[in-house]
């Protein structure tokens, strides 16, 4: 902003050159006031060359003549300003600056400011933008990075200056874009307990993903797509990229968002921050091109985040590919689907970006990820229970950060001497912690409120490989959307609330990008649902329920939580509902001849073609690949309508009043129903491999060394922590069942009980294990596998 000092009273009878040194050290004192005088020094004197002539300007003859003088200020023996100086009674006029700027383009090295003042008034300009210089909140630091950069110029040519400073022989580009980074990262990072960004400040575990980007950038692939679902890591993956490598010597990286004004401006607007000087896009793009090659420096690695396909960061990523840049220059970007980056609209050609391009699928944790995971959550006072290791649900990065956040938000997480214990299955807790982490986004909370009402309604046919996807993570086909919904998705669109793409099953979709808070509303929708239903029929209601919600992503505790919120909002519930999600009996069927479409642990879809006895590797058509495996004995098969009785076994989990007395508790009666299913009732993580023991025509059952892992199981653990009267009625009913899946899950759980070392109900646990659950177990299982497998068992 302009200054205005007073003007300095100067006797008639004060010599010109007396009077001009008064006039000078009022203008530097009003332009400079953090700079002491002493280390400014004017030039009152200096020559310009301009075209084929040179010109002599001598200030105290200019002032005498004319009321007006230029003069050259060194701060240092480094040219800082022009100053343009006038007479109190003489206006400024914009024909000041230009001169003043003039003679500053002109002169070698070139000074970065002019300064045009006649007493009464002072304004400071960038020598090379013409705008109002910023720097004077904080002059000399500001000074001093004007130095910085100047000092690399020799001439006025801005694309020469940009070379000049920013070369690679310099060096002085590597803490600038790693200065920019790490703000970006700030910015991007949110305090312990808050939801609203993409990283939480105490939450960062290593992922496989980044290791292998870094190996790909380092063996020389000039794009490398990190691709996975919404809230799947993508993001943290560049940030522990750029944290790993913020010392190296080889690596030097840029991180950038995706979205805003393309490649090229994004740079050029971050030289007009960092340099103060203002840069076009081609400048940025010449830059990069010059960037690409030379044997100085660290390769500059440019790491940018959620690109989106026909956005101007896409289109000038694809002129860069172009361009074909040099080994010294590497991109590394995320987004949903590599595929529509890598191919053109036509979907057979490759784009520019997609020939020299390497994708990295990040999906689920893998072992030693959530192993690594586990830990990081310990240093945040938050522990999981044996057995957490074997839970799907657990390897979702978005859960565990929903999780954090809550666990960080609640008061006990301020007490040093608490910590949060995760059970090995997750429940509805989630659910709870979802909700309150994005209760204040009432907007983007209505839109997916009505995104779930169309996915519930959704009940048509899907392809495989949509059906496999759906499981695996919240889609919801375009194609089902109502008039209110395609309305709902452009608004969430434009908050960057939801991606829509056109899936491998060639069905148009939509995909929510905050899962947590789409969870939350599909659990309350499915709820309002199901009351609407229960109050003509309730066990039709159930069964609706139990059939609707197995082709949907975490469908177990979303039904659960359906039911509670209908009961919350109702004031009553209905036996009904149980007993039409009893009446969706498990089953196992082995597969015969089909094509199977399986996710790998990298998210990519296998088809195997099974027939007979035999299993190829196929395509989505049933067309062959390799060699067939012989299956003998090892027939595969397929659970069917698991998921109404996991949602019971989620129900179980809560304390529920008693039907009739209290002999008759609901979470009882249904863990004796649920508890006899002949085969483990969880989603399981293939690659922990948990292991089963083989009961024969009796079924399977889940090692006892694992714990608790299914939902009935807990809930069965938690019936015996807590006081109540029948219990022993319950375990003698249990025993009198003869059902040996039901008395392992009960051994499970009594071992559970035991170990929580609760006053008279841990005792009490290990005597009705020991000396009546155990004892009818063996026996059963001797009658059943003989001495041997009992042993081992």
């Known amino acids: ?35 002491p005088r002493e280390q400014l020094v004017e030039q009152r004197r200096f020559t310009v060359r301009i075209g084929h002539e040179t010109h002599e300007f001598d200030s105290a003859g200019q002032w005498e003549k004319t009321g007006r003088a230029d003069v050259i200020v060194f701060h240092g023996e480094r040219p800082l300003a022009v100053v343009e100086l006038k007479r109190e009674d003489l206006a400024l006029t914009p024909a000041d600056y230009e001169q003043a700027q003039s003679y500053a ?45 100047a000092a690399t110029l020799a001439a006025a040519d801005m694309r020469w200056a940009t070379e000049a400073l920013m070369g690679r022989e310099t060096g002085v580009w590597v803490p600038i874009v790693r200065s920019t980074t790490a703000r970006l990262l700030s910015e991007m990072t949110d305090p312990p307990g808050l939801s609203d960004r993409a990283f ?7 992922r496989l993903s980044t290791s292998n980007a870094i190996k790909s950038v380092r063996a020389g692939t000039t794009f490398t797509i990190v691709e996975g679902a919404a809230q799947s890591g993508k993001s943290s993956c560049l940030r522990e990229l750029a944290l790993r490598t913020k010392d190296s010597e080889d690596l030097a990286v840029l991180m950038l968002r995706g979205s805003g004004p393309g490649l090229f401006q994004s740079l050029a607007n971050l030289f007009a921050i960092e340099l103060e000087w203002n840069l076009t896009a081609n400048d940025a793009r010449q830059w990069l091109r010059r960037m690409s090659a030379g044997p100085a420096g660290p390769t500059l690695l440019l790491a940018i985040d959620d690109v989106e396909p026909s956005t101007p960061m896409a289109a000038d990523l694809e002129e860069l590919a172009s361009l074909r840049p040099g080994n010294k220059l590497n991109v590394i970007l995320t987004t949903d689907r590599a595929e529509r980056l890598v191919k053109a609209p036509n979907g057979r050609t490759q784009t520019a970006v997609g020939d020299r391009a390497k994708a990295i ?20 006072k938050i522990h999981f229970q044996k057995g957490a290791e074997y839970a799907e649900d657990y390897r979702a990065p978005w859960v565990l950060r929903t999780i954090y956040d809550d666990a960080a938000r609640s008061p006990r997480y301020q007490d040093p001497d608490s910590a949060l ?61 109502s008039d209110e919904a395609r309305h709902a998705v452009g608004e969430l669109k434009s908050k960057g609330a939801v991606r829509t793409y056109r899936h491998a099953g060639r069905e148009d979709v939509v995909v929510p990008t905050i899962p947590a808070a789409f969870l939350s509303e599909l659990a309350d929708a499915a709820g309002d649902e199901l009351a609407r239903r229960a109050a003509v029929g309730p066990q039709e209601a159930g069964i609706w329920l139990g059939r609707r919600l197995s082709a949907i992503y975490l469908g177990d505790v979303i039904g659960a939580q359906a039911i509670l919120s209908m009961a919350e909002k109702t004031g009553g519930f209905s036996f009904g509902i149980i007993d039409g999600l009893l009446a969706i009996v498990p089953r196992e069927e082995p597969i015969r001849n089909a094509v199977v479409a399986k996710a790998a642990p990298d998210g990519r879809l296998i088809y195997l073609k099974i ?10 058509h049933g067309d062959v690949i390799g060699e067939p495996v012989d299956l003998g004995e090892e027939r595969p098969h397929m659970l069917v309508d698991t998921v109404a009785w996991m949602i019971l076994g989620q129900l179980a989990r809560l304390p529920m009043a008693a039907v009739g007395d209290d002999s008759q508790r609901m979470d009882a009666w249904i863990l004796l129903n649920i508890g006899q299913c002949p085969f483990p009732l969880l989603r399981a993580n293939e690659e922990a491999g948990h292991l089963v023991h083989d009961l024969g025509a009796r079924g399977r059952v889940l090692c006892h060394h694992h714990g608790p892992i299914e939902a009935a199981t807990q809930a069965m653990a938690d019936l015996f922590s807590r006081p109540w009267m029948h219990a022993d009625a319950w375990v003698n009913a249990a025993i009198e069942t003869g059902a040996l899946p039901l008395l392992s899950r009960l051994t499970i759980a009594l071992r559970t009980v035991q170990l929580r070392n609760i006053p ?30 009992v042993g081992e068992h």
């Open 1 to 35: 902003m302009p200054r205005t000092k007073q003007d300095p009273q100067v006797s008639p009878t004060v010599r010109p050159e007396a009077e001009l040194e008064s006039r000078i050290t009022a203008a530097l004192s009003a332009a400079f006031p953090n700079i």
């Open 105 to 149: 383009n002109q002169l070698t090295p070139r000074p970065p400011l002019v300064v045009v003042t006649n007493g009464r008034n002072t304004r400071i300009y960038d020598a090379n933008t013409g705008q109002l210089w910023s720097g004077e909140q904080d002059a000399a630091n500001a000074v001093a990075r004007l130095f910085a950069n």
């Open 200 to 206: 939480a400040e105490l939450l960062l575990f290593p």
């Open 361 to 380: 699928e990040i999906g689920p944790l893998r072992l030693e990820e959530f192993q690594s995971a586990q830990r990081a959550l310990a240093n945040q």
């Open 421 to 481: 214990l995760l059970p090995p299955a997750l429940g509805l807790k989630l659910v709870d912690a979802a909700r309150r982490s994005y209760a204040h986004q009432a907007d983007l909370l209505r839109g997916y409120r009505v995104l779930a009402r169309c996915t519930l309604a959704d009940e048509g046919a899907r392809p495989a490989e949509l059906a496999l996807a759906a499981s695996n993570g919240f889609v919801v086909r375009q194609d089902a959307l």
């Open 611 to 620: 027939e007979g006895e035999k299993a190829w590797l196929s395509n989505r």
């Open 760 to 789: 008279y109900l841990s005792e009490w646990a290990d005597v009705a294990l020991k000396e009546r659950v155990l004892p009818t177990l063996t026996a059963a299982l001797q009658a059943e596998v003989g001495d041997e497998d």
